[in-house]
């Protein structure tokens, strides 16, 4: 995946953090959110797919041992879908 590095005062990083923190999320889940929300509103921001560019790409999910115990449960797959479908089912449902 691309990166994106800058540098920051040390009151904006922890503030920063805080506001990661009271949002439930990481400081690099909230990123990307800002990142993605100032490129939507931009209307001259090009989101197309440059030629070339894969056609998918990769997410790595941490769930609790309690998530992971669910979606391995035999009803939670009664579809025969191995356990990334079913993710990536659920994905699709709420990104909708």
């Given amino acids: 995946m691309p990166r ?15 506001l990661a923190k009271q949002s439930g999320t990481t400081e690099a889940a909230l990123l990307r959110r800002v990142i993605a929300t100032v490129v939507k ?15 998918s790409m990769r ?19 009664t579809c025969n879908c191995v356990r990334r479908r079913v993710l990536i089912r659920f994905l699709r449902c709420v990104a909708y």
């Fill in 59 to 77: 997410l790595t999910v941490r769930v609790t041992p309690e998530i992971f115990e669910a979606v391995n449960l035999p009803g939670a797959r």
């Fill in 4 to 18: 994106v590095e800058t540098s920051l005062d040390r009151a904006t990083k922890e503030a920063f953090r805080n």
């Fill in 41 to 55: 509103s931009n209307p001259n921001a090009r989101t197309e797919p440059s030629p070339g560019a894969a056609r």
